[in-house]
């Protein structure tokens, strides 16, 4: 596998560095070299959010990712802002509820997932991130369906260990769009 530069960018509140962390965790649960870089704006919820994560067989040498293999875009800003970094032959993951535009680009594969409107239409609100890292699951098997199951347990806090089934139902719903 070498490495692989993963992007997830949208709005504060969407969960971009849950799911990050989700991959990440993933990764180290195959014994694998992983990075996350979580990056926000001052405002949190409503700003900018983006999140860098790393999966390699070897040491990874900068945790920032400046030329994803791949791009989550859950909002139009970050579609704009990233869509040009990605890699020639990178794949795009785009939540098409949120992001007004089609990619022009015909060197990348373009995923189009009405995530949001899935999630909240499957009574899975607020894991439309979780929907979209299915749907990558699919396209990309970069880590097991074992290992992010496993990743979703260790990542939902205890308190909120209620929402690991509609998690675990946004990801089967993601891998089947």
């Known amino acids: 596998m070498a490495t692989t530069n993963i992007l997830l960018a949208g709005f504060g509140g969407q969960g971009i560095l849950f799911a ?15 990075s996350w870089l979580p990056s926000y704006g001052p405002e949190m919820r409503g700003g900018t959010a983006n999140c860098s994560v790393c999966i390699s067989d070897e040491p990874v040498g900068s945790p920032l990712v400046l030329h994803p293999d791949i791009l989550i875009a859950m909002n139009t800003p970050s579609f704009d802002k990233f869509i040009g970094a990605v890699v020639p ?7 098409s509820t949120l992001v007004d535009r089609q990619c022009t680009r015909e060197d990348v594969d373009v995923c189009y997932v009405p995530a949001t409107r899935l999630a909240n239409e499957n009574e899975l609100q607020g894991l439309a991130n979780i929907l979209l890292l299915g749907k990558l699951s699919a396209v ?16 939902v806090p205890p308190r909120k260990a209620h929402l690991i089934e509609a998690n675990r139902r946004a990801i089967a719903l993601g891998k089947n769009q």
């Open 89 to 95: 032959g990178g794949i795009v993951l785009v939540d």
């Open 20 to 34: 990050g962390k989700i991959l990440a965790y993933a990764g180290l649960m195959e014994e694998k070299q992983v």
């Open 140 to 155: 990309r098997g970069l880590v097991s369906d074992a290992s992010i199951d496993r990743a979703i347990e260790k990542c």
